[in-house]
């Protein structure tokens, strides 16, 4: 009788509010031999989430972000330039990150902007390891716990956390697709409306897929042959489709007619 209400608790846990964020930024464009040094403390914080602008284009291999832990650059130490879709977010532990800028006389691009925020990893961590251990259990021990309710609180902790939480949370939320009996798969629309900005942001990347999307990736890809199981998978897609992808895919499909009409030598109102 105990595990269900330790469970919820461990849900909660894992759901608690980030802490308090921070913005540095360069100028845009920035100036010929800038230089920008300074540091970000949140107090109170475990760990640091620093989110890149997707905006982010400096001049590869000279203009260089660099982000550490430590005053002397050396400790958890990130060099961040290039163009746009090279600028991954990362994690730091601890309360305090130090930042420096340089740039040469050459090419001056947007620059860069960064977003910190904090969290308190310590309750998180708790509350994930309570909730990995009950469903590890003997499923028919697992399916006392209140299966639903789980669902519908991981799907909002996998929104509200970022980076390695989120893909702690995306794992618990598989586990739970294994023993849960006709999930509320609705639920997922503000998680699916974030993974696809995610492979927006992705596609122009030219480097591995980060850890958090190959998540988030695997649990649509079960929840697609689930759905497909139970003969719901039209409803599905129905109930992801948002207006912003609707003018999205429209858009691109004028583009096609348009750049087909000029090929052909048969220009039309989308050309």
């Known amino acids: 009788s105990l595990i269900r209400p330790l469970s919820l608790a461990a849900s909660h846990c894992m759901g608690e509010e980030t802490l308090a964020s921070e913005t540095r930024e360069s100028e845009h464009n920035y100036k010929d031999n800038a230089k920008d040094e300074g540091k970000v403390h949140i107090q ?22 660099v982000i550490a832990t430590s005053p002397d650059f050396q400790q958890n130490r990130y060099v961040l ?36 925020t904090g969290g308190q990893l310590g309750r ?7 909730l990995n251990a009950l469903l590890s259990l003997d499923n028919n021990i697992a399916r006392f716990l209140p299966l639903q309710k789980l669902w519908s609180l991981l799907v909002s902790v996998a929104c509200c956390q970022t980076g390695q939480q989120r893909l702690m949370a995306t794992g618990l939320l598989l586990r739970l697709l294994l023993v849960v009996s006709g999930p509320d798969l609705s639920l ?8 696809t900005k995610m492979l927006e942001k992705e596609s122009t990347a030219p480097t591995l897929v980060p850890p958090v999307l190959r998540g988030l990736t695997e649990l649509f890809l079960v929840v697609e042959n689930l759905a497909q199981d139970w003969g719901m998978a039209e409803d599905l897609v129905v109930g992801f489709t948002t207006n912003e992808s609707l003018k999205r895919c429209f858009a691109h499909a004028v583009q096609k007619v348009g750049c087909i009409g000029i090929a052909i030598g048969l220009p039309n109102k989308a050309s």
Do not use: M
């Open 81 to 116: 330039d290039g163009p746009q879709g090279r600028w991954f977010d990362i994690e730091l532990p601890g309360d305090v990150l130090h930042y420096r800028f340089t740039s040469d006389s050459n090419t001056n691009d947007w620059g860069w902007k960064f977003v910190v």
């Open 44 to 65: 109170g914080a475990a760990s640091l989430y620093v989110k890149f602008d997707p905006r982010c284009c400096t001049e590869e291999g000279c203009d260089e972000l």
């Open 188 to 195: 997922l629309k503000p998680l699916w409306a974030l993974y």
């Open 124 to 130: 998180f961590k708790t509350g994930f390891s309570v």
